[in-house]
């Protein structure tokens, strides 16, 4: 069974267009969280949600947009994709009262042409 | 603001041979530290993890760490290193807000 699971797990597509990236964990946690692995392998946090609440909103473009319907998913939306929006994006969980320790999503890898 | 480094982009090892990865952060109170392994077009595996306590931590895959507050530093060793360990490590510490930071990773080469 798995944990967090991310699709798609590769996504291509043109500059300009809108596309969204689907999370799901069956961990039971309360808070989910989208990282952006840029081509250095640099991790930065994006977005966390705490039980469909926004908690933290780390200057990311307005573009952006997440999505919790409820606990368990954490969408991402992304319109008017660009060039340096190219990237792996991973989803994450943990438990909300103390940080056990974050459960990571496969990734899904986007490239933007 | 927190923050984490690890000064060595890139080790190589032999194989049988023993290992530490460094790990540094910056944070006023005691942290909540991680490490992380990234095998080539995957996902992030958790190897360890340090909140309290003892200060040398037992992972998975035969790994360990030690917390060294006065050095601020979390290294990450193995005493014998596989093949299957070459991937890409990170270290994380979660300052406050359920908000991991990460260094900028070391890739582990091992060469047989």
């Known amino acids: 069974d798995t944990a967090v699971s991310q699709t798609p797990k590769y996504l291509v597509t043109q500059m300009g267009n809108d596309k969204s990236i689907k999370c799901e964990q069956n961990l039971g946690h309360d808070t989910m969280y989208w990282y952006k692995q840029d081509s250095k392998k640099f991790l930065k946090i994006m977005f966390s949600?705490?039980?469909?609440?926004?908690?933290i909103n780390e200057t990311v473009p307005n573009r952006f947009s997440p999505k919790s319907p409820d606990k368990a998913h954490l969408n991402l939306h992304i319109n008017s994709l660009e060039l340096g929006d190219s990237a792996v994006y991973f989803c994450?969980?943990?438990?909300?009262?103390?940080?056990?320790?974050?459960?990571f999503g496969s990734g899904t890898r986007l490239t933007v042409v | 603001a927190q923050s984490v480094t690890q000064p060595d982009i890139h080790i190589t090892v032999s194989e049988g041979a023993s290992l530490e990865l460094r790990c540094n952060y910056s944070?006023?109170?005691?942290?909540?530290l991680f490490w992380y392994v990234q095998s080539p077009g995957q996902g992030l595996q958790l190897l360890l993890k340090?909140?309290?306590?003892?200060?040398l931590v037992q992972g998975i895959k035969g790994f360990e760490a030690e917390f060294k507050r006065s050095q601020s530093s979390f290294n990450l060793r193995k005493p014998s290193v596989h093949w299957s360990d070459a991937a890409e490590y990170f270290c994380?510490?979660?300052?406050?807000?359920?908000?991991?930071?990460f260094g900028a990773g070391t890739i582990l080469r091992v060469k047989s």
């Open positions: 994450a969980s943990s438990r909300k009262d103390r940080p056990y320790g974050y459960t």
């Open positions: 949600y705490n039980n469909k609440e926004l908690i």
């Open positions: 340090y909140f309290s306590g003892d200060t």
């Open positions: 994380a510490v979660d300052g406050g807000g359920n908000k991991l930071v």
């Open positions: 944070y006023g109170a005691t942290p909540y």
